[in-house]
């Protein structure tokens, strides 16, 4: 297997729960934790601009209504997105894909990307969200990597930017995935834990794919998720993984 030059738990949604997911301030707050990877969740504006949001529409983490593909970045970026969670975050914006690259280079964390397209878009968000993050990450040590549950993005992420890796995101692992897998020349799949079959693992890391688990908060099903040879997860429990796997946030994980 390639080396693998990203830390074995990425902080998920930038900060986890303590903090409005895929913000700014989500970021910055597991840097100051000690994490050195994160994923969030990219799709695009009316006008194209790669925006961090996980749902389709803007309701549950904004104060405003609609798909957000329907709005321009103008609109959307006056929106309050951190209230939902608490008032402490009260008037924090929705970041672009463009201002989590800059912050995370500047402090040397690293990127998951995850292509989540607005239905009907897929291919065109696979393509843009591929060719910003080359061009953001251009000189990077260690590039994003990308990752998505659409095969239509992922396979126009690898039209754009074939030299970037890429992830197939898949909940539960089927046989139809190896497939996929084997055209979208994945170094990684990232699967639902509670849904992962241990015996997978073995067959996965002789095909030499790594294999990564969301979204996982208990410290003994982490535990035991590495000791079945797990790579790598996700985590939300920001504050509690840093205590108990301190060098798991920060390190790279196995090189071989
Ligand atoms: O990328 C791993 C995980 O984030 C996938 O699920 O719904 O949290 O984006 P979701
Ligand atoms: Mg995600």
Request: proline share 5%; no cysteine; glycine share 8%.
């Amino acid at each position: 297997m390639k080396a693998w030059p990203y830390p074995r738990i990425f902080a998920h949604r930038g900060g986890g729960t303590l903090a409005p997911e895929n913000t700014l301030a989500a970021f910055r707050l597991g840097q100051s934790l000690g994490y050195a990877a994160h994923e969030f969740d990219v799709k695009l504006s009316r006008d194209g601009v790669a925006i961090l949001l996980h749902d389709a529409t803007l309701e549950r983490t904004t104060n405003g209504t609609g798909r957000a593909a329907d709005l321009d970045w103008e609109a959307l970026r006056a929106l309050d997105a951190g209230s939902w969670h608490s008032e402490e975050f009260r008037g924090e914006p929705l970041a672009s894909f463009e201002e989590v690259a800059h912050l995370l280079r500047s402090e040397g964390t690293l990127a998951n990307v995850e292509i989540k397209p607005t239905p009907g878009v897929e291919r065109e968000t696979g393509d843009r969200v591929a060719r910003l993050a080359q061009e953001l990450w251009a000189g990077a040590r260690v590039p994003p990597l990308l990752s998505s549950f659409s095969f239509e993005a992922l396979m126009a992420a690898k039209a754009a930017a074939p030299g970037l890796p890429r992830a197939w995101l898949a909940s539960r692992l089927e046989e139809a995935d190896w497939e996929r897998m084997a055209a979208l020349e994945a170094v990684s799949v990232h699967t639902n834990h509670a849904k992962l079959d241990p015996a997978n693992v073995e067959r996965l890391h002789a095909k030499g794919y790594r294999v990564l688990a969301y979204t996982v908060n208990d410290g003994d099903v982490a535990e035991r998720l590495f000791a079945a040879g797990v790579d790598g997860l996700f985590t939300d429990n920001l504050r509690g993984f840093a205590v108990r796997f301190p060098g798991a946030i920060r390190e790279p994980g196995r090189t071989a």
